[in-house]
C-alpha cells in the first residue's frame, strides 16, 4: 500500500485494545502517512432484540468501547483515542508535513530496492474462502 502512494490511511475496526492503537501508530511511522482509526461504540441497545451479546442484556451495556484516534506520520497521536461515546474526532492535518518526514524515511523512496526484488499483487476479484469446517 505505500507503494501506492498512500498519505491517508482509514482503518475503520471493531478492535478498541491499545494494541491496536501502536498497531495505527506503526502503520504511520512505517509509511510515512496520517491514519486515521475509525473504532465503534454499539451499546446492547442498539442491537436487535433476539440477538444476545456475550457482555450482557442490559441497554445500556458498552459492546466496543471505540478507540478512535487519528496519528501524525511520526507516530504521534494528533487525537483521540476516544472511548466515552459516539463522537466526530478531528485534527487538523497538514499535508505538507508528508514530503518532510519522507525526507527522514520513505518505504518507498530511497530505501526501496526495485532492481534487487519486485512485488506482485494480484488484485483480480475473488470469492471469499469460506467458514472453517470441523
Do not use: N
Not at 492503537?21 to 502517512?33: D, P, S, Y
Not at 459492546?63 to 497521536?77: A, D, K, N, Q, T
Not at 483515542?81 to 463522537?87: A, F, Q, S, W, Y
Not at 514530503?99 to 483480480?124: C, I, K, M, N, Q
Amino acid at each position: 500500500m505505500y507503494a501506492k502512494g498512500v498519505d491517508l490511511w482509514c482503518a475503520p475496526t471493531v478492535d478498541d485494545r491499545d494494541s491496536w492503537q501502536a498497531t495505527l501508530q506503526h502503520i504511520a511511522v512505517e509509511g510515512r502517512c496520517f491514519v486515521l482509526g475509525a473504532g465503534q461504540y454499539p451499546r446492547r441497545d442498539s442491537l436487535p432484540a433476539d440477538v444476545h451479546p456475550l457482555q450482557g442484556d442490559a441497554p445500556g451495556t458498552v459492546l466496543i468501547g471505540g478507540g478512535s484516534v487519528i496519528v501524525g506520520p511520526l507516530g504521534e497521536v494528533l487525537a483521540g483515542p476516544l472511548r466515552d461515546g459516539e463522537v466526530i474526532l478531528s485534527a487538523e492535518l497538514d499535508l505538507d508535513d508528508l514530503a518532510r518526514v519522507r525526507f527522514d524515511f520513505d518505504p518507498t523512496g530511497h530505501y526501496a530496492r526495485p532492481d534487487v526484488s519486485t512485488l506482485h499483487v494480484d488484485e483480480s476479484a475473488r470469492a471469499a474462502v469460506g467458514p472453517r469446517q470441523g
